[in-house]
């Protein structure tokens, strides 16, 4: 409310801290077929709404455990960039996976399309709302357990391959054209300190590149060792976790903004996985100041090829969600209907083996 906003940055931190350190369970994550709630959801909320928590809790079907730590980020003193990334004091990150990863595929060609690391982070400034800034290397993971493996961007390649993030990339689009890309002016457009910079002033980067520090990149090896957030634990507070760079346009090099330096243990938390809000900027909202970066990016109708994007930004079909939905679970349904067959075929083909114990110990292996 009103009165949390009037906070300085710091005693905003204060109280979001004491929330993230109340209960160090993680929330957990949900089953495959829980997941189909998505589609059925807003996704309005995570670009429109302002705050840092959700009231009553918020199901993060997507990032739904994470670790979270306190940050700073140390900004070069000749940055051309305006609001935030002069640097920040008071701020949280919050490092997680897109969906359960399956450790079983414990080589490092086996992280691939299933180890999706991502990151989130939030500044918290004096006076107004915070600024928050998601990142990730690619829907699709990469080939290596190690979290620190790849760059994290704002800007995550814009063909999406497997059928599934498809179709959620579909419904993302109900709120963005860009559902690969995420804007920055509300970063630019205040500091630390809740000082305002005009419109005609804003100096944002078109993209913004993590790139993995010399203290944590080589931490971890490619192959599954253990859970990423055990790994993240043991992370020396006054680490370095990433170099931030930025450019200007869709083809001008990256220069270095600053460093984001690590200031408390990384650890899990009920209320980070349950409660803690970052909210998205649309693409959109940069191109009103910056018309150049316009074509630059590709909207969803190339992101999902042949796929039919829905009505545009900003709330198009409201059943939208629910025709995916219906399409995902009659998929679902398929597969349950194509196991169940297989496996009455199997059990029909079956030969008894000696006698009709024997007969039932081989339909308990079979299940």
């Not at 190690?146 to 689009?173: C, M, W």
């Not at 009659?330 to 349950?336: D, E, N, R, Y």
Request: hydrophobic residues 35%.
């Amino acid at each position: 409310g009103e009165t949390y906003e009037k906070l300085s940055g710091k005693e905003k931190l204060d109280k979001v801290w004491t929330d993230v350190n109340d209960n160090q369970t993680p929330y957990g994550w949900w089953s495959n077929l829980s997941l189909m709630r998505i589609f059925f959801e807003s996704m309005d909320k995570s670009f429109d709404h302002v705050g840092d928590e959700f009231e009553g809790g918020r199901n993060k079907y997507i990032h739904a455990v994470g670790s979270v730590a306190k940050v700073v980020f140390e900004a070069e003193p000749d940055s051309p960039f305006t609001g935030i990334f002069k640097g920040s004091e008071n701020a949280l990150v919050r490092l997680s996976c897109a969906k359960k990863p399956d450790p079983s595929a414990n080589t490092a060609e086996g992280a691939n399309f299933n180890y999706t690391p991502g990151m989130a982070i939030k500044f918290f400034r004096d006076g107004v709302h915070s600024a928050n800034i998601i990142s990730m290397y690619s829907v699709d993971g990469f080939p290596s357990w190690n979290f620190f493996y790849k760059d994290f961007s704002t800007h995550i390649p814009s063909e999406i391959n497997q059928f599934v993030l498809r179709l959620l990339a579909q419904k993302f689009g109900e709120a963005t054209d860009f559902v690969s890309t995420l804007g920055n002016i509300d970063n630019g457009r205040f500091d630390q300190y809740g000082k305002e910079t005009q419109d005609s002033e804003i100096n944002i980067p078109f993209k913004i590149v993590f790139k993995p520090h010399d203290d944590v990149k080589d931490l971890f090896p490619d192959e599954y060792v253990e859970d990423f957030t055990k790994q993240l634990a043991s992370i020396k507070p006054g680490s370095y976790l990433y170099d931030v760079y930025g450019n200007t346009d869709d083809n001008g090099p990256l220069v270095l903004i600053g460093r984001l330096k690590l200031t408390e243990q990384l650890r899990t938390s009920y209320y980070g996985d349950r409660y803690l809000y970052f909210r998205h900027t649309r693409w959109e909202d940069d191109l009103q100041i910056n018309s150049k970066w316009k074509g630059a990016r590709g909207m969803i109708m190339k992101a999902l090829g042949e796929m039919e994007s829905p009505h545009g930004a900003h709330g198009g079909d409201s059943h939208t969600g629910i025709w995916i939905a219906i399409g995902a679970v009659i998929g679902v349904v398929a597969l349950a209907v194509a196991a169940v067959v297989f496996f009455f075929i199997k059990r029909r083909n079956a030969k008894p083996i000696g006698n009709t114990s024997s007969l039932m110990g081989a339909e308990d292996m079979i299940n």
